[in-house]
Structure formats: C-alpha cells, structure tokens
C-alpha cells in the first residue's frame, strides 16, 4: 500500500495527461522531495483523473483540496520550495476549482451551487488505482462481502428496484427490473456483460470511471453476477483505452490474488471471473446486441429483438448488459442502501450523474452532479461560464444527442424532465457552443459521423444517413433545394421509425432539434428558386422525381 503521509501530492494520470508527461512529472516530484528532506511529510500518490481537462498535467494536494494545471518538470523544485517549505499556495500554476469534496448529507443540498461530494467519482483522484488495499480502505469490497454474507439474490435486486437507479447508458432502463428479467431465466450459463465501448463522441467519463476506480467497476459486475446467477463476467472495451485496460487487468489479478474475484469469494460457494474483450472500435458496437456479435466473433451488426439479451445474449445464454457508470454505483447502493441514494437527485431520476463537459467554456473536464440540475448550473456553476462570446447551444448525450437552445437553460436535466420538453437526457456528454458556431456545418460535422459509422445492414439508415449530410452540403453551400428541411425533417422522423437499431434512431435527435430551436438559421443556406431537377434512366436505372 502506498505510503500516506501528512500530506499527499496526487498526480492525475489518465489517458490524457500521460502524453503531457505525467509519469516524468511524478518522478521528479518524488525526487525534489527526497533531496528536501521532506519524505517523512510528504507523499506522491498516483491516481485517476482529478477533473479538470485540457490543462496539461493536473495535481491535487489532499487535504486542502487545491489544484494546480499545466505542471511542468521545470516548475517542480520551485513548486515543492513554495508550497511544502514556505508553507503557501504556489500561485502560477493553481486553478480556480477544488476537488470536490467527500459526500456530506447534512450540507447536502441539490440546488446550491456548489455540490457536496460525489458518489461515482468518489475514489477518482484521490487514492492510487493501482493499489487494492487503498481501494479497501475506502470500503471497497465490502458491499460484496455484506451480500454474499447476509442477503439473497432475490433481495439484492429489490434493493436495486428501490433504489431507483436507472441505466447511465443513454436509455435509462430501470436497472433492477432489468437484473430481474436474467435472474428469473432457468437457462445455464449467464454472462454480466460491462460495455465499455463508449464510442459517443465527446464522451469519455466512463474511460476516467476506469482508470480511476477499476475495483470500483468489478465489484459492481460481482454483485450483479451473484444477483442473476452468473458466474463469468466480460468488460468490452474500446482498444483504445489502452490505461484502462492496462489497469482493469492488474485490478483483476489482484483481486483474484486475494479471493475477491474467482472461487469460493469470501469463503461462500460463490464463483465468478471476469475477462476483458477489447473492441475494434465500431461506434454501433455500443448498441448490446452488436456487441454481443463482436464479442462472439461476427461483424458488429444488431440483432432482431426479441430476444432481449435477459433471455438469449452472449453464445445464446442469458445475459445482462450494463454500462461502467451504471456497475459503478451499485457498491455504494448496497453499502448505503436505497433510501441514502435516493436522497439526491429527484424523485424520478435518483442519483448522481458523471458528464463531461466541452467546447466554450472557461472550465472543461469532468464532474458528478445530482440528477435535476440545470443546464445554467453546470455551465456557469461548474464550467466557469462561457469562455468567449455567448451561449448558443449545448449537444447533451454526444453526436447522437439532442441539441438545446438557451430557451432550456433551466430545465433540469433528468429524464422526466427533458422527456416532458421532447428530449432525452443521453450518454453523459454536454458540448457547449457559443455563437461563432454555425449550426449548419455543426450538423454536417455530425452526419459526416454517422455516414462513416453506419453499418450498412439496412438501407434506411445506409442511405438516409448520406442523404441528410448531402443536404446540410447544401446548405453549407446555400445552395440548397426551396423544400430541403422539410425533405430533412421527413428523412430523419422515418429514420427514427424504421432504422433497425439506435444508430439510425438517434440521428433524429441532432437534426429534428436544431430545425426546431434554428430554423431561421438553417433555412438561410435555402435557395427558393432552386428545385429537384428530374434524375435520368442512365443515372437510376428509372425516370422519377426527387420531392
């Protein structure tokens, strides 16, 4: 276990700030403290990611809390000589933020400004994710050994049910209803299945989930596994998330060394073990039963449901798919039990979420807020507000997302919520845009994506995709047809209707959005004069009319 002194330098390292150079930084730390004869008081702790992004290294020192951006090996002797030895913040390099502190229920009030701890994100820059033992210390494992001890399956999911935790994926499924459906399967074996795909542009908190807390993630599947009745669980990563992988692998022979992953876990007559399946990268394969067929060898295309994965998933057996950020509150669920979660957040969307802010904002990175807050909240609250001009609009969810105007500023983003004003909540991604961004070349951005990651296995979505990003061309171009947002908005309802899987369906999101809230703006790229010029036998095989 890694030493703990009266002080801890914490040095984020994620897949980000090891390419500014996080382990040389680390290195050098240790050495200026050594050579200042400061060992006995003070320690360098490797950890996850501390919350801010684009700011080059970021350290933290517990317990104060303050942080510092852009460390470089040039700034260390004189960043050790003014804060450990002069005793004071060394002002060149802190950052206005903290890191958050510890949840504490009697301050605990989702709507003030400034959040009270996190339950997620709890370990995440603080403790070394390496080291199992500092995992333990924080009541790691505990949950596991609570119910493989004192609780039934059955009684696990009704915690679950109660709780009212809702899938972090994007769809937001009741998570113990859906433990529910593979429990009551009769058929042998079952699979937990984490998807850790997460192929959404802009979104990567489930990446930081991982390299921050992996035991975190494992004793989720654990639980879930002892819930329905399996014995084996597999993560399907993205390959490259290579820090992830590199740290769910230590974390799970680790735990196998110990007996808290494998035979007999805690002296019951409880197996499971998991294994890692790394992904090529297909964006559909986010979508379950596209992972299902990667993981099983096939091309990432999605299956007819039904069946659901519950009944018939992984090699046709019962299989319960869930995403990191979902497997990552249930130890606290357990431990805390479900009156305590449901204590933040709403009534309908209990909890906490993990998002990942971008774009024009003073304050881009990573935070857990509770379910409910405003959009104004996180952007001025959290993101330091925008970074130049004004707000325009913000994609909620990634490319897939539904786009929001400053009309919806104040809408508390949950799913009732949003539900109740057409939207969908989505994967965890909020993209700040000011108003130098063109709402048209934004949209083409977006298609272009989903050209490209179209599976091409039905005709609606192959064709339909490059039909729309053809038409946002035009657009761009202002040279487009005096009908183009309505044949736009006519392509993208039928998307939703017919597309065989979600990639398809959410392509309505973005684009019914944005011709909703910025209409005006699209419309200026349409030329009235402009009309379907007939298309010729030798160009479609047939004589027909485009409308």
Not at 25 to 34: A, D, P, S, V
Not at 213 to 218: F, I, Q, S, T
Not at 286 to 313: C, D, I, Q, V, Y
Request: charged fraction near 25%; aromatic fraction near 8%; glycine fraction near 10%.
């Amino acid at each position: 276990m890694s030493k703990r002194s009266i002080a801890q330098i914490l040095v984020g390292i994620d897949g980000n700030t090891v390419l500014s150079g996080a382990r040389n930084i680390k290195t050098k730390l240790i050495t200026e403290i050594n050579k200042q004869g400061l060992s006995d008081q003070v320690s360098v702790i490797e950890t996850g990611s501390i919350g801010p992004i684009n700011k080059g290294v970021v350290i933290g020192i517990y317990p104060t809390g303050e942080m510092y951006g852009n460390v470089t090996e040039k700034d260390i002797a004189e960043f050790i000589q003014e804060r450990f030895i002069k005793g004071r913040p060394y002002k060149k390099l802190l950052l206005e933020e903290k890191i958050q502190p510890e949840i504490d229920l009697e301050v605990y009030d989702s709507r003030k400004t400034q959040y009270f701890g996190r339950i997620v994100l709890d370990n995440c820059g603080k403790i070394n994710p390496e080291d199992i033992e500092e995992y333990i210390g924080t009541g790691g494992y505990q949950a596991l050994g609570t119910i493989l001890k004192e609780k039934t399956p059955e009684e696990v999911i009704q915690i679950m049910k109660n709780s009212g935790l809702r899938g972090r994926g994007g769809a937001g499924f009741p998570t113990g209803l859906k433990w529910s459906f593979a429990a009551q399967e009769k058929e042998s074996p079952k699979y937990v299945i984490c998807n850790a795909d997460e192929g959404e542009p802009g979104t990567f908190k489930d990446r930081l989930i991982m390299e921050g807390d992996p035991h975190r993630v494992l004793e989720g599947m654990t639980i879930c596994g002892y819930a329905i009745g399996a014995n084996t669980g597999y993560i399907y990563i993205r390959g490259e998330y290579q820090l992830s992988i590199q740290r769910l692998k230590k974390a799970i022979k680790d735990a196998e060394k110990i007996g808290l992953l494998g035979k007999n876990i805690f002296g019951t007559n409880f197996d499971f073990e998991v294994k890692i399946k790394i992904g090529a990268g297909s964006y559909v394969c986010g979508e379950e039963t596209s992972l299902l067929n990667s993981m099983e060898g096939f091309r990432g295309e999605p299956r007819l449901k039904p069946p659901f994965p519950a009944k018939s998933g992984f090699l046709s057996k019962p299989t319960n798919v869930n995403n990191v950020e979902t497997l990552a509150n249930i130890a606290p669920i357990v431990l805390n039990g479900a009156e305590w979660f449901k204590r933040f957040g709403t009534v309908d969307s209990p909890g906490t979420k993990v998002y990942t802010i971008l774009g024009h904002v003073s304050r881009p990175g990573l935070i857990e807020v509770p379910m409910g807050i405003t959009l104004r909240e996180i952007i001025y609250d959290y993101a330091g507000g925008i970074s130049s001009g004004e707000f325009k609009m913000a994609q909620i969810g990634g490319t897939a997302g539904d786009i929001l105007s400053a009309e919806l500023l104040d809408v508390p983003l949950d799913y009732k919520s949003l539900q109740e004003v057409g939207h969908n909540l989505g994967s965890g991604a909020i993209l700040i845009m000011n108003n130098s961004v063109s709402v048209v070349d934004f949209l083409k951005c977006c298609m272009k994506f989903f050209v490209h990651e179209s599976c091409g296995r039905c005709s609606v979505c192959r064709i339909g995709t490059k039909q729309i990003y053809e038409s946002f061309n035009r657009l761009e171009k202002k040279e487009a047809y005096f009908d183009e947002l309505k044949n736009i908005k006519e392509l993208a309802e039928n998307l939703n209707l017919v597309s065989f899987c979600p990639l398809g369906q959410s392509i309505a999101s973005p684009v019914l959005s944005a011709i909703k809230y910025f209409k005006a703006e699209l419309s200026e790229g349409i030329n009235p004069n402009k009309i379907h010029e007939p298309v010729t036998r030798e160009e479609s095989g047939t004589v027909s009319s485009y409308s």
